[in-house]
């Protein structure tokens, strides 16, 4: 069995100074922690503090190794500091300022071209985060932040996620409900970065189709009806059965028998401009039952649908926000690995 224990005492905590930083306003919450924007009042910069609610340590200890594991990486969201209230021993957490536009606004903005550009901006922070043996398990629009101005992309929250280690199983009670791969909501322990590539491609279908959330479950057993209504029930059981896995008697009779839906259904009027065969292919990829079967980081960016992102990284002096994309092959592998990095 393999265990995080070593990875987490190995854990080296500066503190920094709480009074450098001042709280503006309130900007979130969530289950473990409250979001401020703030001041560091020495450098008059904007931040984001994050305060930690009473957690257990090892989970505080674990969120703060894994951003200092990814600091630096391309479009992850950049830890500056750690303090804690000398009272109440409350740590926070000081982070990079985003000027983000609310997905729900943003959203139905956006171009073919924005959507290409922005998943694979967001493609590069989890080729990074997976290359460095982290699962994000929470991938969903509330957790990346874009400064539409700037066209930068961060991605955000590491409270959910884990160190992969093959063979080990994990929490299913994981990522937003409508974010979840079918591998939670069966109860499939042993899961891996894949994950991830799930609640991508539930962002992707979203934002081409204009449906927010896609898959739109009143609960976890309604969340897998809702996908087994457009992936088809053929493919769930030979999929439960590949990795012996018998469902509840009462969710499968919920789950009850469809056939596959084809992407091609979703289009209409309003969504059409945004929609292209490669989109549908490269979604395809991504939303599979299987998550052996879905692309890796690496194979997506590599697909035709990035084609125009490759080729304007590839001419930097060619690319402009918004512009239209076209059918031009990308440039080789090599240059797509050089773009990825």
Excluded at 72 to 96: H, K
Excluded at 137 to 164: C, S, T
Aim: proline share 6%; glycine share 4%.
């Amino acid at each position: 069995m393999f265990t995080i224990a070593p990875v987490l005492q190995a854990l080296n905590v500066e503190w920094g100074d709480q009074e450098a930083y001042e709280i503006v306003r309130k900007v979130g919450r969530g289950k473990y922690s409250e979001v401020f924007e703030g001041i560091n009042v020495l450098s008059s910069q904007r931040c984001v503090v994050k305060v930690l609610k009473p957690v257990k340590k090892k989970k505080i200890k674990r969120e703060i190794k894994i951003l200092q594991n990814l600091r630096g990486g391309p479009n992850i969201i950049q830890l500056l500091d750690i303090v804690r209230d000398p009272g109440s021993r409350t740590p926070s957490l000081i982070f990079e300022y985003v000027n983000n536009t609310d997905f729900k606004v943003l959203y139905p903005t956006l171009t073919d071209y924005d959507i290409r550009y922005y998943m694979f901006e967001l493609i590069k922070a989890l080729d990074f985060c997976h290359s460095r043996g982290i699962m994000h398990r929470d991938v969903k629009p509330h957790n990346v932040m874009i400064d539409h101005a700037k066209r930068q992309l961060r991605l955000i929250d590491w409270g959910l996620a884990e160190f992969y280690f093959p063979g080990r199983e994990y929490n299913v009670r994981v990522a937003s409900r409508y974010f979840k791969g079918p591998e939670l909501l069966v109860d499939l322990q042993m899961y891996d970065y894949s994950l991830d590539m799930w609640s991508l491609g539930c962002m992707l279908a979203a934002m081409i189709f204009r449906k927010e959330p896609f898959f739109y479950g009143h609960d976890n057993s309604d969340q897998l009806v809702k996908i087994a209504r457009v992936l088809g029930t053929e493919t769930l059981f030979d999929y439960l059965n590949k990795y012996n896995i018998e469902l509840d008697p009462q969710l499968e009779a919920l789950v009850g028998s469809h056939s596959r839906k084809p992407w091609s259904k979703f289009v209409t009027p309003d969504n059409q401009h945004l929609v292209s065969p490669e989109a549908m292919d490269f979604l395809d990829k991504l939303l599979r039952y299987d998550h052996m079967e879905r692309l890796t980081c690496a194979e997506a960016a590599a697909h035709p649908y990035f084609a125009p992102i490759r080729q304007a990284a590839a001419s930097p002096s060619t690319q402009q926000q918004g512009s239209p994309t076209d059918d031009a092959a990308g440039p080789s592998s090599s240059a797509v690995a050089m773009s990825m990095t």
